[in-house]
C-alpha cells in the first residue's frame, strides 16, 4: 500500500503537486513549499493564469508568501514553488501526492488530466470535498483506486484570501478541527499526521478521520445551508421586480422560511445514513449529525441567540455582513439574483444531487431536498430531477453516484477494514 510515502516519519521527503490557483492554493504553496524537505509544484489549466504565476514567481525568487494572522502574533511565511505548469505531463510524474485546491465542478478536468501520468504510488486529495468526489476517483482511476491511497477534507482549514495573485496570501483565522475522509482504512494514521504536521498552523485545525466518504457527502453543510437561503430569500419574488441593495444573507433568514427548510434537510439526511448504516452498519457515519448539533457546536462562541436555527445564523459573528449574489438588472435599473452563483451551480449537482442519489439508493423520500433541486433547476436552466427521481437530461453533470453507473448501496459502499472505498 502507497501510504508510507506520507508518512512524515517514514518518508519526510516528498513531491507534492498542488492543482488549483485560487486562495486556498496559494496559502497550500506558501505553507508546504516552507518545508526544506518538500517539492512543491503548481499546476493550472488556465494559461492565462499560469502566465502570471510565472512572471509572478519569477520577480519574487520562486516564492508566495502566506502572512498568517489568525493567532495573537502575526507571522510570514514564504513557500518555494519549484514550477508551474499548465501541462500535466510536466508536473505530475514522480509526485507522490497530487492535492487538488478548486471547486467542485473543476475536479473532472484535473483527475482525469493526471491519471495517464499518476504513477503507483501517487496519493489523490482534494480541499474540499463536496459531495461524491469517491464516485468519481472510482470512475476515473477504475480498478487502481483500490489500491490508492485518497483523502479529502470536509471544509477548509482556514479562512482565507487573496493579497496579490500568485504573490501572496492572507490566513484570516483557522478552524478549531476538520475532518477528513481517507482510504484505506491503513491509511488514516499517516495521511492525519502529514496533514496536521505540514498544514495545520501552529496547531489548528486539528485534522480528524471522518470515517467514510459518505460522510462528507451527506453532511455537506455548504449545499444544506445556500441554496435553502437562497429559495427562503427568493422564493415569492416576482421575477421582475429589481432590488436597490443586495440583500444580506444569513442576517436576513426566517425560521419559518430557510430556517425551516434547513431543518427538514437535516430530518432527511439523518434518515438516509439511519438507512444506510441499517443494511451496513459497518460504514463510519458517525460525523453526520444534525445541522442543529453540528451548527450549534461549530459556532458555540459565535451565536448570541440559539431559540431556533434562523435566529442562531442571524446572530453568528462570522456571518455578519454576508449577501446574496447579485447581477444588474436588464436596463441597469437596481439589482436581480444571479443564479449562476456557486451557491447553485456548486451546492446543487455536487451537493444535493449526491445526497439524493444516496436517499433514492435506500428508498428514503426527501420532499425538502426534492423542492429545493426542482426550484433552482429551473432557475439555472439545467434539468437534473424529475417526477422526484433523478432522470433529468444533465444528470451526467453532476457526481450523483447514478452517473457513474452505481445504483444500489452495495454498489455504493465498498468496504475495506472500516473504510469506504
Not at 134 to 146: K, V
Not at 294 to 311: K, P, V
Not at 407 to 413: E, G, K, L, P, R
Request: with cysteine.
Amino acid at each position: 500500500m502507497v501510504l508510507a510515502t506520507l508518512s512524515p516519519d517514514s518518508k519526510p521527503e516528498l513531491t507534492i503537486v498542488i492543482a488549483g490557483g485560487g486562495n486556498a492554493s496559494h496559502v497550500l504553496l506558501g505553507l508546504l513549499g516552507s518545508n526544506p524537505k518538500y517539492t512543491v509544484r503548481l499546476w493550472n489549466v488556465m494559461d492565462k493564469e499560469v502566465a502570471t504565476w510565472k512572471e509572478k514567481l519569477a520577480a519574487n525568487d520562486n516564492q508566495v508568501t502566506v502572512f498568517n494572522n489568525a493567532g495573537p502574533t502575526p507571522e510570514v511565511v514564504k513557500g518555494t514553488v519549484e514550477r508551474v505548469s499548465v501541462d500535466p505531463k510536466e508536473v505530475v510524474p514522480g509526485a507522490d501526492l497530487l492535492l487538488i485546491a478548486v471547486p467542485a465542478f473543476a475536479h473532472e478536468a484535473y483527475l482525469t488530466g493526471a491519471e495517464p501520468f499518476a504513477s503507483a504510488k501517487m496519493a489523490v486529495a482534494c480541499m474540499v470535498a463536496e459531495g461524491g468526489f469517491d464516485y468519481q476517483l472510482r470512475d476515473i482511476f477504475g480498478e487502481r483506486f483500490h489500491s490508492m491511497v485518497t483523502f479529502a477534507m470536509e471544509t477548509l482549514p482556514w479562512a482565507c484570501r487573496l493579497t496579490e495573485y500568485g504573490v501572496s496570501a492572507e490566513i484570516k483565522g483557522t478552524k478549531d478541527k476538520v475532518h477528513v475522509a481517507i482510504t484505506p482504512d491503513s491509511a488514516t494514521a499517516d495521511v492525519l499526521g502529514f496533514l496536521n504536521q505540514s498544514i495545520s498552523v501552529k496547531g489548528r485545525p486539528d485534522f480528524r478521520p471522518s470515517g467514510n466518504y459518505m460522510a462528507p457527502t451527506l453532511m455537506n453543510i455548504n449545499a444544506i445551508f445556500h441554496p435553502a437561503v437562497v429559495i427562503g430569500e427568493f422564493e415569492h419574488w416576482d421575477g421582475k421586480t429589481p432590488f436597490k441593495e443586495v440583500p444580506l444573507f444569513y442576517e436576513a433568514v426566517k425560521q419559518e422560511g430557510a430556517g425551516h427548510l434547513i431543518d427538514s434537510i437535516s430530518d432527511e439526511y439523518m434518515a438516509i445514513k439511519a438507512a444506510v448504516n441499517k443494511t451496513h452498519p459497518e460504514v463510519d457515519l458517525h460525523t453526520v449529525v444534525s445541522v442543529k448539533d453540528f451548527f450549534f457546536t461549530a459556532y458555540a462562541n459565535d451565536i448570541s441567540d440559539s431559540s431556533s436555527l434562523a435566529r442562531a445564523m442571524n446572530t453568528n459573528k462570522g456571518y455578519q455582513g454576508l449577501k446574496h449574489t447579485m447581477e444588474p438588472a436588464p436596463g441597469g435599473e437596481g439589482l436581480v439574483p444571479s443564479w449562476n452563483a456557486r451557491y447553485l451551480t456548486e451546492d446543487i449537482p455536487f451537493g444535493l444531487v449526491p445526497i439524493k442519489g444516496i436517499a433514492q439508493a435506500v428508498g428514503v423520500p426527501t420532499p425538502a431536498i426534492d423542492h429545493i433541486i426542482a426550484w433552482c433547476q429551473v432557475r439555472m436552466g439545467k434539468e437534473y430531477i424529475v417526477d422526484g427521481k433523478l432522470t433529468g437530461k444533465n444528470i451526467n453533470e453532476t457526481r450523483c453516484p447514478q452517473r457513474y453507473g452505481f445504483y444500489t448501496i452495495d454498489q455504493m459502499v465498498t468496504v475495506e477494514k472500516g473504510s469506504a472505498v
